[in-house]
Nanobody, 129 residues
Framework: EEQLVESGGGLVQAGGSLRLSCAAS????????IGWYRQAPGKERVGVSWLSRVDGSTYYADTVKGRFTNSIDNNANTVYLQMNDQKPDETAVYYCTTLNHPPPLSIVAHTSASGMDVWGKGALVTVSA
């Protein structure tokens, strides 16, 4: 069974940093794009960053560009999201998700969340003012 498990969420002060992890089991990332989405209370789920194992590219939403960074540990089959200079309105549940045999990330980033394949259960990130 293909599964994703997020970890690393928690409480951080505004301007602080957290690193989220997304560990995969039941499959390897080799042919996938891996995305990070977040969902704030009462709001829709939106994408913030993507990494493609197909061509090594990354793509970030304008709201996080320059502050969030994707990375991958292939041996651990784990993807990371480093989040710096966090803001209170970024309080949300953060999810990782995958898309097999993806198109270019510029297209993936504009694909609805419903178009992604496997989802983790999410990690809560709370940014205090």
């Amino acid at each position: 069974e293909e599964q994703l498990v997020e970890s690393g969420g928690g409480l951080v002060q505004a301007g602080g940093s957290l690193r989220l992890s997304c560990a995969a089991s039941g499959f390897v990332f080799d042919s996938y794009a891996i995305g990070w989405y977040r969902q704030a209370p009462g709001k829709e789920r939106v994408g913030v960053s993507w990494l493609s194992r197909v061509d090594g590219s990354t793509y970030y939403a304008d709201t996080v560009k320059g502050r969030f960074t994707n990375s991958i540990d292939n041996n651990a089959n784990t993807v990371y999201l480093q989040m710096n200079d966090q803001k209170p309105d970024e309080t949300a549940v953060y999810y990782c998700t995958t898309l097999n045999h993806p198109p270019p990330l510029s297209i993936v980033a504009h694909t609805s969340a419903s178009g992604m394949d496997v989802w983790g259960k999410g990690a809560l990130v709370t940014v205090s003012a």
